[in-house]
C-alpha cells in the first residue's frame, strides 16, 4: 500500500468545539463531511484521545467552526497541540456563543449540531451530527482547504489525526538545513532560529525547534 | 439556518466502485474522509437510492478513484447522474482491476476498502472501509477538489448528494440568457445551444437543454 494517496484526499479546516461542563473546549480537525442535505447530518472523526471527544460523548452536541485562509494560523496551533484536559485553549481567542456552544470568531461560519449517532473505529469515533442551525459570517473570505494549510502555512498533521502521516516526519529529515518545532512540527526554513521567533503555528519559542 | 455555509465544508471528486455480481458499478461522490491513520479506514456517504449503496451492502467492499482536474468531465457525469441499474456505466471508460473493484485509469490513484461497519442516516449510509491497499497513479496531477469542479467546470450536485442544495437550482432562474442541461443541471453560458452540442459533464445532446 502506498499511503502516499492519502494526501490526495480533499478536505477544510476546523475547530470543532463542545463544552466540558459549562467551560468551552474544543480541538482542530480536517476530517468533517456532509452525510445528508434534508435533514442537514454531518460526520466528523475525533480521536479517542482527545479531550473533546470525552466531551462531545456528554454534550451530546457540537459546533463546527470553518476556517479562512485568512484565519489566524496560530489558532490551528493553539486547538491541534494543545490538550483542553489541562489548557484553556479559549484564552485570548475571540469567540461568540451559539446555542450555547462557542463558535470561533476568526472563521468563515459555523455549523451547530446534535450528535443523533455514532460509530468507533479503531482510535477514532465517528459522530453523526443532525445540523440544528448554521450561518456565513462573511461570504467574500477564502475557505482555507487542508492542502492550503500544508502547502502555504507550511502546517503538519497532529498525531492524533485521522491523516497522520508518519512518512512525513521522515522525508523532513532529509533536509538538514531547517529546523523543526518539537511541538507542533512546523519547519523553520533556515540555518537558525532568531531567539525572538515564535512558532507561527503552535506559539512555542525558539528553544523548541530543533535542527533536522 | 443559512445553508449556504454548507458550501464552505471542503471535498474532493471521487468515483466509488463496487460490482453487481461480477459486474463492476459505481457512482460520483464527494463525501469521502479519512477516519483512521494506523489502521487507515475512510468513510463515505452514499445515498440509499443510489444502485452503488446496495452492491456495497452485498459485496462488503469497494473501491475509490480519486478524480483530478484533468480527468475528463463526462466521467463525473456518466457516474453522477445516470443510474447503474439500468446503464453500463463502464462502456466507454478505461478501468483497471485492483482486488477484483474496477478503479478508474483516468484518475489520481485509488483505495481499495472492506466495509467494516455502518451507520443508517434518514437518506444515505455512511460506509466505513477499512483500507486495504491503495496507490497514486501519477504524483504531478492535481487533485480536483468539489470548489474547482462547482467553479471552472461549472458541475452541479445530483439530487441524491450530501450537499445538493435546493437553492442552487433556485440562483440558476435568475439568469434568463441561459441553458441548462435537464439531466445533469450543466449551464450552457449562451442564448442557443449548437445542434451538435453535447454536455460536457453528462454527454446529452442539445434537445436536452432547455432555456432559463
Redesign the interface.
Same mark, same amino acid.
Given at each position: 500500500?502506498?499511503?502516499?494517496?492519502?494526501r490526495? @484526499?480533499?478536505?477544510?479546516v476546523y475547530i470543532i468545539t463542545s463544552l466540558d461542563g459549562g467551560r468551552p473546549t474544543g480541538c482542530t480537525a480536517n476530517?468533517?463531511?456532509?452525510?445528508?442535505?434534508?435533514?442537514?447530518? @454531518?460526520?466528523i472523526?475525533i480521536n479517542h484521545n482527545n479531550f473533546t471527544n470525552e466531551c462531545i460523548k456528554k454534550e451530546k452536541r457540537f459546533a463546527v467552526s @470553518?476556517l479562512s485562509e485568512t484565519t489566524k494560523p496560530s489558532i490551528i496551533g493553539t486547538f491541534g497541540f494543545r490538550s483542553g484536559r489541562d489548557t484553556d485553549k479559549f484564552n485570548g481567542i475571540s469567540y461568540v456563543t451559539k446555542h450555547d456552544l462557542p463558535v470561533i470568531e476568526d472563521s468563515?461560519?459555523?455549523?451547530i449540531c446534535n450528535v443523533i449517532?455514532?460509530?468507533e473505529?479503531?482510535?477514532?469515533t465517528?459522530f453523526?451530527g443532525k445540523? @440544528?442551525?448554521?450561518?456565513?459570517f462573511n461570504?467574500s473570505r477564502p475557505?482555507m482547504?487542508?492542502?492550503y494549510y500544508h502547502k502555504v502555512i507550511k502546517g503538519r498533521s497532529p498525531k492524533n489525526?485521522?491523516?497522520?502521516?508518519p512518512e512525513e516526519d521522515k522525508e523532513q529529515q532529509v533536509n538538514k538545513s531547517k529546523n523543526v518545532c518539537e511541538i507542533c512540527s512546523y519547519v523553520y526554513e533556515g540555518e537558525t532560529v532568531p531567539q525572538d521567533f515564535k512558532c507561527p503555528i503552535c506559539g512555542h519559542g525558539a528553544e523548541y525547534f530543533k535542527k533536522l
Open positions: 500500500m502506498n499511503t502516499r494517496v492519502f490526495n @484526499i480533499s478536505y477544510g476530517s468533517v463531511m456532509q452525510v445528508t442535505s434534508s435533514p442537514a447530518t @454531518i460526520a472523526s @470553518i468563515c461560519g459555523y455549523i449517532d455514532k460509530m473505529a479503531e482510535t477514532h465517528v453523526l445540523v @440544528i442551525d448554521g450561518d456565513v461570504e475557505v482547504t487542508y492542502a489525526a485521522p491523516t497522520y502521516l
